[in-house]
């Protein structure tokens, strides 16, 4: 590991932290979100990203939605938060067990706001109560419907039935979003470069009713032609 790479993993680590204890603090959707921009974009500074949000007129200003995306990185979810920074809209994402008790995401991810999705468990009535109740508070939802990051030369995996069973129980518009970039390789490149400058795309699609009946994964292809 080079010098550049053991820089970046400490600072990572100590600013990830140093967020996650702050959100600790923070009781009120409102200020998670705004805690949560804040780190997305210190983060960014360092790593010299910027972000390009296509179709940014089709983002709702405020209301509840499940937000779908697609996922090849391990800054995705920041990628999302600095596209709806302009809104109100505040989501819990659904974080996977491996991230929840993670050492270096684990404070930030269960201060930050996430439902813990145990997929070891045989029974999922308390992971959809916990949806159930947050929506009711007011707050979205969202989610990497391919349930892991892509790591294929596929545009995308296949989508998990979970995120359609989560609009329908809580009439849920769907709010779908494509990372154009592949942000596994802007990771890679700054690892190679530290003085590289790069933009992630990020595109916005229209809304999904939660009645639609077509094959939603289908749909979403459509809609941001993926082939």
């Given amino acids: 590991m080079t010098l550049h790479k053991i820089r970046l993993a400490i600072y990572s680590l100590l600013l990830t932290n140093f967020f996650g204890l702050k959100l600790r603090g923070a009781k009120e959707s409102k200020k998670k979100k705004s805690l ?3 780190y997305s974009k210190t983060l960014f500074n360092r790593l010299k990203l910027s972000i390009e949000v296509k179709n940014s007129e089709k ?3 405020n209301g509840k939605y499940l937000l779908i995306s697609n996922h090849r990185g391990i800054i995705d979810p920041l990628v999302v938060e600095l596209a709806l920074k302009d809104t109100d809209i505040y989501g819990l994402w659904i974080s996977k067990k491996e991230l929840y008790n993670s050492p270096f995401f684990g404070l930030f991810v269960r201060n930050g706001g996430a439902i813990l999705l145990d997929r070891e468990k045989s029974q999922m009535g308390s992971f959809f109560t916990d949806i159930k109740s947050n929506v009711n508070r007011g ?6 419907p391919e349930g892991t990051r892509n790591k294929s030369s596929k545009l995308l995996l296949e989508f998990k039935n979970g995120f359609r069973i989560i609009a329908i129980k809580n009439r849920l518009p769907i709010i779908p ?7 596994d390789e802007v990771l890679a490149n700054f690892l190679k470069d530290k003085n590289l400058k790069q933009t992630i795309i990020i595109e916005i699609g229209d809304i999904i009713s939660y009645k639609e009946r077509g094959n939603l994964e289908d ?9």
Wanted: proline fraction near 4%.
């Fill in 36 to 38: 949560r921009i804040e």
């Fill in 59 to 61: 983002l709702p200003v």
């Fill in 139 to 144: 707050d979205s939802i969202f989610i990497f």
């Fill in 177 to 183: 979003v494509y990372i154009r970039t592949r942000t």
């Fill in 219 to 227: 749909i979403y292809k459509k809609q941001f032609d993926i082939k």
